[in-house]
């Protein structure tokens, strides 16, 4: 079973990693950030980082019994947009934790998704989802800063701290 606090503290470290990559990404202009690369189903970091907020966005949403899948493209203008966008997500995702009990976060229920598909889903395992998820992203991310010339720091991809 998962507790709140373990899932809580997955998702500090998920998002403390995510924190120390985008402050990587200031160090790309605008345009670079916007520049779209082939063999990436996001194809630009602005894209990558904006989605992989944004789907933590809709599956919490999913959780609370809200259809949240309007994008708005000024989340994802500036590196400083996308770390809004991620605190405020991070924050519903948190706000959620913190008010969900062990029972209801282990106990499959019945959540409408996208195209009002009706899923028997354990919030618990929806919730790790959106941080694996982050993983997933910010390594097709450190390979879009090694293919536009700067590679992430040593460490960075390996979050235990």
Sequence with gaps: ??????????????????VKLMDHCEG????EL???????????????????????????GVLNSQMLVDEDPANMASVS????????????????????SEPELNTPRKMTTWGGHERELAPAHVI???QTHIFQHQG?????C????????PGLDFPLL
């Design 34 to 60: 916007a520049r779209e690369l082939e063999g990436f189903g996001y194809p630009s970091i602005a894209h990558q980082l904006h989605h992989l907020i944004g789907a933590e966005q809709y599956w919490v």
């Design 140 to 144: 097709q991310i450190a390979a879009m």
């Design 1 to 18: 079973m998962y507790s709140a606090a373990a899932l809580l503290d997955v998702h500090t470290r998920s998002h403390q990693s995510l």
């Design 146 to 153: 090694r293919l536009l010339g700067k590679p992430i720091p």
């Design 128 to 130: 790790m989802r959106t």
């Design 28 to 31: 790309f202009t605008d345009a």
């Design 81 to 100: 947009a996308l770390r809004a966008f991620r605190e405020t997500v991070a924050g519903v995702t948190a706000e959620y934790l913190g008010n969900a």
